[in-house]
């Protein structure tokens, strides 16, 4: 059975028959024959396949989401056997992105090499996301829910979008008291992803809405308009792993504290986990270990950004 369900998720991740066949060292047809002999005995379609592209029926995905919990299962047990003896080393390729990569994933990496010598970590830093099926990186760090079910995920940090502003402006034009009142306010865009520009999705709690903001300022990379913010020129809605640090210091305040935005956690996505290789999971263990959340006052988790 193992072998069926490492077969099909491996056809799910290259994303065609054919890519999945150069993959197995088999033809075209055989890799065909093979996913309708599996299709036979389960008695239900895993596939809809036309001659340009497969999409998972709702049969696939949960054979797909429940075949690789067993695979992660029979895989951890493994591991947790000859955990002992497995000693990272080689290469490590990790996709990320500019900010979050230059400022907080690259002084993790400095620290972890000099814990594991053995390993040698290629850092890329793009704000293109990783496609689903991509070979050419072990790891990548994404914000946000995973976008596909043909790459497996960690969390490795809770992180939240928060409203701020420098001192300097809220002197000036002070805090705004509702969502809505925003409007009235300048704002700092950062233009990022397919969302709507300019529109925030703020809750607190179970309530949640959209406010269409609008200011002088916009950016696609959000250190630029965190820097704008801190020299006073409006609120911004930022990551807190950006922002925490200022937030500390004072150099910005938060606005609107019981309101913030998406949920935007941190999480590694990486291709397959059968065979997850000791140099991938040592690393995500050490980067869950790095970013843990705590809160000394007893109050809610908050990460413990550097």
């Known amino acids: 059975m193992t ?26 047809p055989a890799v065909s024959r093979r996913l309708s002999l599996l299709e ?16 998972l029926t709702p049969e696939g995905e949960l054979y797909l989401a429940e075949g690789r919990r067993i695979l992660g299962d029979i895989d951890a047990l493994e591991q947790s ?26 002084p993790a990496i400095s620290e972890f090499i000099q814990l594991y010598p053995g390993v040698d970590i290629q850092l890329q830093l793009t704000d293109q996301p990783m496609l689903p099926g991509d070979q050419n990186h072990d790891i990548a760090i994404r914000f ?20 701020c502003a420098a001192p300097s402006y809220i002197d000036r034009r002070g805090q705004p008291a509702s969502p809505d009142e925003l409007r009235q306010h300048d704002c ?31 950016s696609n990379h959000g250190e630029v308009a965190a820097d704008w913010a801190l020299a006073g020129h409006g609120i911004l809605l930022r990551s807190q792993w950006d922002i925490a ?45 790095r970013f843990a959340v705590y809160r000394s006052d007893g109050g809610s988790p908050t990460p413990a950004w550097p």
């Not at 955990?83 to 390729?93: I, N, V």
């Open 3 to 28: 072998s069926e369900l490492s077969f099909f998720t491996l056809l799910v991740e290259q994303g065609s028959l054919a890519r999945a066949a150069r993959e197995l060292g088999l033809t075209g």
């Open 40 to 55: 036979q005995r389960l008695g239900v379609r895993l596939l809809a396949r036309t001659t340009r592209r497969m999409s």
């Open 81 to 106: 056997l000859s955990r002992s003896r497995a000693e990272p080393r080689g290469l490590l390729r990790i996709h990320a992105t500019f900010g979050f990569g230059r400022r907080q994933l690259a």
């Open 144 to 163: 946000g829910e995973p976008p596909d079910a043909r790459v497996l995920a960690r969390r490795i940090a809770t992180n939240h979008r928060l409203l």
């Open 188 to 218: 700092i865009v950062i233009r990022e992803g397919d969302g709507a520009f300019g529109t925030w999705t703020l809750c607190s709690g179970k309530q949640c809405c959209k406010v269409k903001v609008s200011g002088k300022l916009s």
């Open 245 to 289: 640090a200022d937030l500390r210091d004072g150099r910005l305040l938060r606005v609107l504290p019981e309101w913030s935005g998406s949920p935007a956690d941190i999480y590694a996505l990486y291709p397959q986990r059968l065979h997850l290789s000791a140099k991938v999971r040592i690393f995500l263990d050490f980067l869950s270990q």
